[in-house]
Nanobody, 124 residues
Framework: QVELVESGGGLVQAGGSLRLSCAAS????????MGWFRQAPGKEREFVAA????????YYADSVKGRFTISRDNAKNTVYLQMNSLKPEDTAVYYC?????????????????WGQGTQVTVSS
């Protein structure tokens, strides 16, 4: 049974930082590319960041470039999202996802497995 479990969300003031973690089980983690997506109230789910299985390529949405950093530890079956200089518009439920493949990583419909999400709230 595949499971992706996010953690690390919470309430933070604007300008603050949070680090999200996503622990995977039931998959050969090192063979999967991993992505982070987010969904704000009343909005569509959107791409945030992705990292290929080989860690050779990393992608970011323009809205988070320079503020967020995605990384992975294949020994721990975990992907991270370090979020700095947070803004109120970053408030959303953040989801991690796993994709067996390395193309179209910004396309949510290409992902095979999803976590349940973790809430991030940034106050102004």
């Amino acid at each position: 049974q595949v499971e992706l479990v996010e953690s690390g969300g919470g309430l933070v003031q604007a300008g603050g930082s949070l680090r999200l973690s996503c622990a995977a089980s039931g998959i050969t983690f090192s063979s999967y590319s991993m992505g982070w997506f987010r969904q704000a109230p009343g909005k569509e789910r959107e791409f945030v960041a992705a990292i290929r299985w080989s860690r050779a390529s990393i992608y970011y949405a323009d809205s988070v470039k320079g503020r967020f950093t995605i990384s992975r530890d294949n020994a721990k079956n975990t992907v991270y999202l370090q979020m700095n200089s947070l803004k109120p518009e970053d408030t959303a439920v953040y989801y991690c996802a796993a994709r067996y493949g390395s193309t179209r990583l910004a396309d949510q419909y290409g992902y095979d497995y999803w976590g349940q999400g973790t809430q991030v709230t940034v106050s102004s």
